[in-house]
């Protein structure tokens, strides 16, 4: 399809005072993201590699389209994964000159914000909202000694939920999808409708339940449907290889057929399957929409020649090209043991702290308990750092008196609160911890009045907590960011530590099909296209859990990435690494026999866990992997721990696990000592 541009007259005039005009929105474009700003077609998918500039893309489009008036800001509605990533988007576009604040956010939270304004044009009093599930889930789970977490059956209701699947078609759907549930899965359908039953009874709504009442009062209340479609024309959506099928039934809500929709999205970024998302929405979006155009967006502006090339080989195929510079080729190395691995790498931060701000820099795991010893080797050194959503930005003593202030008038229009939380906000000192997190608040009333301007200071919190979930304000301050694979997804530093690179976490050792390991190499591919200028990436020889440290082995997608290394050592282009993608899948085939838990244990230990689990598992009338699973049993099995801080070190084994079983579990272990 030819690309054309219709350009008028009409100039929009930023605050800053400037003007900007259809040349301006095109400057420092290359032709391919050009194309993607200023098509023409409806629909429109735009698959944006790691670092290929999607967020300059759509705030241009959005633009571009508000200067021609083919699209009216306060008719945009843009969807996004996380809070900060439509903070961003609503930022940009104030500098590219639209003056009208465009609604952005979560999908939660823009349900939320609609289905409240419903309640209050009906007069009808808004349902409490059930921040965890665990509250109701409680009494429903089996009695006796047990370990079932709530925690494990509200994952499985919220995949359930975001798959479309009720409480009687959740033992077919889980089969189908090579589920492994906490519980047989005739027992979790039964808590499940326990669960929705007890919801109800008591007028209380989940997160996932917004997402649910959303669409259902657009498919079945008129008039609420045809407001919300009238003030959300022009629809464009973020990340869209995260949606689920009930975001996606959401979606087609909001939209009724129009072609009005842009959506922007990478399959090789595409990492929450296990949650309910859904990437055969973006593969297959030209099956969905015939006559969509797609526009390839593989020009990385994030990271140089050198993380590329590694980021490729971590991949397994050519994805992205760099447009930068040169930089440092990228390490891999092993250490000793994983204390030596977290005290080398906070030396290496020290060093670079003399060049680069903390907040340049980034230490990623797989997991979050593999953060613990980089916790304390940083604190041990005197390095600042911060675990990403240690605090929930709720509690924060600060957020709780602005809140207790403002409500104090709950009907009042929240638009009213503006002047005082500016002022709150003067009164804080520039830079102090105390006024970002202020400033976050002024930002979020000024996000929900974007979506209902006739918002009341009364549903602002609970607004708040529907649109935050998960997805916490990032504290301020110079600080080394600690984070997870998963928590990282949407964030950049120059210099990235990918740490605990080995078998049985990277890939996970739970990800035993060829669709989870398949994740599970994206996963690390997102890890790796984090890093703007260095990157360098470790493992362990030996991890310790508990008492007992393991020998361990590199993960077998570092074999390639060490080829592409080795390729850039000698002054290659780092494409040297198809030969070793024997050598990783020869890695990954023997995991299974040399690397699974309990390959190491004692026998004679092994076996007494597993006759003390099957008597356990009769005396409760349940099978032996709801009492623990293998994988679990296993790992005590190796680790052999001592006494009650070892055993909850162990993976799998938390405080719920070791009140009810720990006691035994450690007494089998220190009897077969004996």
């Not at 914000?113 to 909202?129: F, I, N």
């Not at 494990?152 to 798959?163: F, G, P, Q, S, T």
């Not at 657009?218 to 290889?241: G, M, N, P």
């Not at 890093?531 to 991890?543: V, Y």
């Amino acid at each position: 399809m030819g690309i054309r541009v219709s350009v008028t007259p009409r100039r929009y005039r930023p605050t800053h005072g400037a003007t900007v005009s259809a040349e301006q929105l095109l400057d420092g474009l290359d032709p391919v993201q050009r194309e993607a700003v200023v098509s023409e077609a409806q629909p429109l998918c735009i698959l944006a590699g790691a670092g290929s500039g999607k967020t300059r893309v759509i705030t241009r489009r959005i633009a571009l389209r508000a200067l021609t008036g083919s699209a009216l800001p306060q008719h945009v509605l843009a969807l996004t994964f996380t809070r900060r990533a439509a903070g961003e988007l609503a930022s940009r576009l104030g500098t590219l000159g639209i003056r009208e604040r465009v609604a952005a956010g979560t999908f939660h939270a823009i349900a939320s914000a609609q289905l409240r304004r419903r309640w209050a044009d009906r007069g009808e009093r808004p349902p409490a909202l059930l921040e965890r599930k665990g509250r109701l889930l409680g009494p429903l789970l089996p009695r006796g000694r047990i370990a079932v977490p709530a925690a494990d059956v509200a994952a499985e209701i919220e995949w359930a939920k975001a798959r479309l699947v009720a409480p009687d078609g959740y033992e077919a759907a889980a089969v189908a999808a090579g589920r492994r549930p906490p519980l047989p899965g005739a027992q979790v359908a039964s808590i499940y409708a326990g669960y929705e039953h007890e919801k109800g009874r008591r007028g209380l709504v989940d997160f996932d339940d917004l997402l649910v009442l959303c669409a259902d009062a657009l498919e079945t209340d008129a008039a609420f449907a045809a407001t919300q479609r009238w003030r959300f024309r022009h629809l464009f959506v973020d990340e869209f290889q995260d949606v689920n099928p009930l975001q996606f039934r959401l979606l087609e809500g909001w939209r009724a057929g129009r072609a009005d929709l842009c959506v922007v999205g990478d399959p090789d970024q595409a990492i929450y399957a296990w949650n309910g998302a859904d990437a055969g929405y973006l593969n297959d979006f030209r099956r969905q929409f015939p006559t969509a155009e797609v526009v390839n967006l593989d020009r990385n502006y994030r990271s140089t020649p050198q993380v590329l090339a590694v980021a490729n080989a971590a991949l397994g195929r050519p994805r992205l090209k760099s447009t930068r510079g040169e930089g440092p080729v990228p390490t891999v190395t092993s250490y000793q043991s994983d204390a030596d691995e977290a005290g080398q790498v906070t030396r290496a931060l020290r060093r670079r702290g003399t060049t680069f701000p903390w907040s340049h820099m980034a230490v990623l795991t797989r997991t979050h308990a593999q953060l613990v010893v980089f916790e304390k080797a940083l604190q041990a050194a005197g390095v600042p750092y911060r675990t990403r959503g240690a605090v929930a930005f709720l509690d924060r003593p600060e957020i709780k008196d602005a809140l207790a202030e403002l409500g104090r008038r709950p009907a009042a229009p929240l638009a009213s609160a503006l002047p005082d939380l500016r002022e709150l906000l003067d009164h804080s000192p520039e830079g102090d911890e105390r006024a970002a997190h202020l400033e976050t608040l002024e930002r979020l009333a000024r996000e929900l009045l974007a979506v209902d301007p006739a918002a009341t200071i009364g549903g602002f919190p609970g607004w708040m907590r529907t649109a935050l979930g998960r997805d916490l304000p990032v504290t301020a301050g110079a600080a080394v960011e600690l984070a997870t694979f998963h928590a990282a997804k949407g964030l950049e530093w120059p210099v990235v530590f990918c740490a605990g690179l080995e078998q049985g976490l990277v890939p996970i050792s739970h990800a035993d099909t060829p669709a989870a390991r398949a994740e599970e190499r994206r996963l690390l591919y997102v890890a790796v296209t984090r890093a703007e200028q260095e990157l360098h990436l470790s493992w362990a020889e030996r991890r310790t859990f508990g008492a007992r440290t393991l020998a361990r082995s590199a993960s077998p997608w570092l074999a390639a990435v060490e080829g592409a290394v080795r390729d850039l050592a000698e002054g290659g282009s780092g494409a040297d690494w198809r030969r070793f993608l024997d050598e990783g899948r020869a890695r990954l085939d023997a995991a299974p026999r040399f690397q699974r838990p309990g390959g190491r244990a004692d026998p004679a230990v092994l076996h007494a866990l597993r006759s003390w689990r099957a008597s356990t598992a009769r005396a409760s009338g349940v099978p032996a992997f709801v009492v623990l699973h293998d994988t679990i049993l296993a790992t005590v099995a190796e680790a052999e721990p001592q006494d009650r801080s070892a055993l909850l070190a162990l993976p799998g084994v938390g405080p719920v696990k070791a009140d009810r079983y720990g006691e035994a579990l450690l007494a089998v272990v220190a009897s077969c000592a004996r």
